[in-house]
């Protein structure tokens, strides 16, 4: 069964650092556009970062740009979102999610390709900073 497999929400600390991973079971992430969404409860689906397929190239959007950053373990077939002084506003449940084939900018603020697009979502894992 294909899976993602997200980890390493929790409470963190304004200021603190986040670590999240996404462990992709049964695909092989490399071949994907992957990244990361967040949703705080009653507000719209926000893209955060991602990384194509192609060159590994990172895009941002403008509230994490310079504090968090995403990487592709291709041996450990595993994406990572790391970010850096967290604020409360960062406080969402986080997932990751891939696409082949899809374009890493679309796949940020696209709502058509994030809705019918991307092949596999994770099953969310909550970050809350406290203040």
């Known amino acids: 069964e294909v899976q993602l497999q997200a980890s390493g929400g929790g409470l963190v600390q304004s200021g603190g650092p986040l670590r999240l991973s996404c462990a992709a079971s049964?695909?092989?992430?490399?071949?994907?556009?992957v990244g990361w969404f967040r949703q705080v409860p009653g507000k719209e689906r926000e893209g955060v970062l991602s990384?194509?397929?192609?060159?590994?190239?990172?895009y941002y959007v403008d509230s994490v740009e310079g504090r968090a950053t995403i990487s592709r373990d291709k041996a450990a077939n595993t994406v990572y979102l790391q970010m850096n002084n967290l604020d409360p506003e960062d406080t969402a449940v986080y997932y990751c999610?891939?696409?082949?084939?899809?374009?890493?900018?679309?796949?940020?603020?696209?709502?058509?390709?994030?809705?019918?697009?991307?092949?596999?979502w994770g099953q969310g894992t909550l970050v809350t900073v406290s203040s």
């Open positions: 999610a891939a696409g082949r084939g899809v374009d890493p900018l679309s796949f940020l603020y696209d709502r058509h390709t994030q809705d019918y697009l991307i092949d596999y």
């Open positions: 990384i194509g397929s192609r060159d590994d190239t990172p």
């Open positions: 049964e695909f092989t992430f490399a071949d994907y556009t």
